[in-house]
């Protein structure tokens, strides 16, 4: 059988109990689109528990990402662009550039998540 049900799976704690549960993975997740910024190519900057990177957008903007290791529930609503900025302030671009040109918007942001697998019994 398989159940893709989600990372919170309602089957999986059903199955395997509790201790599977999802649970924060120790790390958070940014990312959106620029519009005018265009780019061409892939980039991704790695620094110690930090990754910031940015890929071609469909319509000629620049997706980008960013994670960092951050302990549970350590953000600041409405002020996530400022938290960026301390964060990936003194890594090298394309984290720079978006971060300079970047003044207003609100980044998605979402804590990650890891669950345990079990087998079935």
């Known amino acids: 059988m398989v159940a893709a049900d989600g990372v919170f799976s309602q089957t ?12 924060y993975a120790g790390s ?3 990312r959106g689109v620029i519009d005018d910024l265009p780019t061409d190519t892939f980039a991704e900057v790695w620094g110690a ?3 910031f990177g940015s890929t071609p957008h469909e319509n000629g903007g620049t997706n980008w990402f960013a994670s960092a290791a951050l302990p549970e529930g350590a953000f600041r609503p409405g002020a996530e662009l400022d938290a960026l900025r301390e964060i990936f302030g003194g890594c ?3 984290a720079v550039t978006w971060l300079t040109r970047r003044r ?8 990650l998540l890891k669950a345990a697998l079990g087998t079935a019994r």
């Open 49 to 51: 528990g930090v990754k």
């Open 28 to 30: 958070t997740a940014w």
């Open 104 to 111: 207003n918007g609100v980044p998605l942001r979402n804590g």
């Open 92 to 94: 090298t671009d394309p």
């Open 12 to 23: 999986r704690e059903r199955l395997f109990g509790e201790s599977y549960r999802a649970r």
